[in-house]
């Protein structure tokens, strides 16, 4: 009699990690079935997320969060915008997982499995500001190509991992090494293997920074498989493009890195700037790193209600890329005039800091409140759309919420 063929044990793990459960007689399934909740593919119940989320794009997934999802302090799976250039890997085998270093500014590779990774090494856990670039772009005009992000792609998670500086000492690194770029499991979206979705990285002082962490762990968990399941880069404070997940191979490089989606008009903007809808020349534009001032309003929701004579307690998170949050302002008059609001400082650097304030209101009528926030350079959020660019990059326009008061 001839066996019939069942599926890996390590795609089952998969599966089942995507699921959220157990897949009880998996080891019954015949090899390439896809299971039923696979197949339905309604990424709330695929990723667990809270009903309210937004998809933007379910080939690659590209999710967002709404305001008043981002109310918590850490960013919980349920809440996090999933942003995916390409297909999510579907055979995860952990067992087997291994990171490779190589590149011109090392004498020779080396691979590390998980368990080295975690044996090896000492374990870090920061909490860590991810925003991706292009978050804000839909208020561009003209308006730019992309996943049209409004304010939710953006998290602050606890990670936790080993240090890439400490992987990258242990090995040694040439003195030539100028950057590093990650390399990953995903699947270009044509399923050509010779083809990569993404292949970004940093500067080797940015790879080398304290909080630059080799996470496997998010909130205390596995980090789920949309958010780079077993192996993730987390360079907090610039584009998450550089946060690459499923991990597999950096490479230190002697160039600065020219993977794909480092050069042209990827994540990059015009080094000067230039006037809405003009064309860009190639070698007018540059790299972007640490991310500009921003802040969101999380409470309460655009729209509410606030009964005459009451004050409303608002809050929110703001946060400056590679530098902290001095100041936290809001205005109720259209930015005429501002007022202080309480701001705490960051639990550890790169992480958003939370802001509250009491407000009051005048009279009945319709209001906005206007958030602005002002990095420790002086350097404010500005209240409009700012600098056109080709790809809709580094929208950091005040965030504002509707009221009534009645
Ligand atoms: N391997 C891999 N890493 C990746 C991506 C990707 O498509 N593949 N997308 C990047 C981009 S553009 C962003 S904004 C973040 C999103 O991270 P999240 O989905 O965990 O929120 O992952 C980054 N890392
Ligand atoms: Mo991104």
């Given at each position: 009699m001839k066996r019939r063929n069942f599926v890996k044990k390590a795609t089952l793990t998969t599966m089942a990690g995507i699921i959220g459960a157990d897949i009880v007689f998996g080891a019954n399934m015949p090899l390439n079935y896809n299971p039923m909740a696979l197949q339905d593919a309604d990424p709330f119940q695929l990723f667990g997320l809270d009903k309210e989320m937004v998809v933007l794009?379910?080939?690659p997934w590209n999710i967002e969060a709404k305001a008043h999802l981002l109310d918590e302090k850490i960013t919980s799976n349920k809440n996090m915008f999933i942003r995916n250039n390409g297909l999510i890997p579907e055979n995860i085998d952990v067992d087997n997982w291994v990171l490779t270093i190589d590149g011109e500014s090392v004498s020779e590779s080396k691979t590390y499995s998980l368990k080295d990774l975690k044996s090896k090494f000492k374990q870090y856990t920061y909490q860590l500001t991810v925003e991706c670039g292009?978050?804000?772009?839909?208020?561009?005009n003209p308006p730019a190509k992309g996943n049209q992000w409004t304010i939710g792609a953006v998290s602050c998670a606890n990670w936790t991992g080993v240090r890439l500086q400490d992987v990258l000492n242990d090995i040694g690194i040439k003195s030539d090494a100028v950057y590093i770029g990650y390399h990953a499991a995903d699947t270009h979206i044509s399923r050509d293997p010779n083809k990569e979705p993404i292949s970004r990285g940093v500067p080797i002082a940015k790879a080398m920074q304290e909080e630059t962490l080799l996470a496997f762990k998010m909130n205390g968990e596995d980090i789920p498989v949309s958010h780079g399941y077993p192996l993730r880069l987390v360079c907090g404070g610039?584009?998450?493009?550089?946060?690459?997940?499923?991990?597999n191979r950096i490479s230190i490089r002697n160039i600065v890195h020219d993977g794909t989606?480092?050069?042209?008009?990827a994540y990059r903007v015009p080094c000067n700037a230039v006037a809405p809808g003009d064309v860009v020349k190639d070698e007018d534009m540059c790299i972007i790193e640490s991310m500009p001032v921003k802040s969101l309003l999380t409470y309460p929701k655009s729209g509410a209600m606030i009964k005459d004579g009451n004050t409303l307690n608002i809050r929110g998170h703001a946060w400056a890329g590679e530098l902290a949050v001095e100041k936290m302002e809001y205005s109720i008059d259209f930015g005429a005039t501002w007022k202080v609001c309480t701001l705490d400082k960051p639990v550890n650097r790169l992480a958003w800091q939370h802001f509250s304030a009491s407000v009051s209101f005048p009279k009945k009528g319709y209001y906005e409140i206007w958030a602005k926030a002002t990095d420790a350079n002086g350097v404010g959020q500005p209240m409009l759309v700012p600098g056109w660019n080709p790809k809709g990059y580094l929208n950091n326009a005040c965030h504002r919420i509707a009221v009534k008061v009645n």
């Open positions: 794009n379910d080939k292009g978050n804000g772009r839909s208020e561009f610039w584009p998450a493009s550089t946060s690459g997940k499923w991990v989606k480092m050069m042209g008009t």
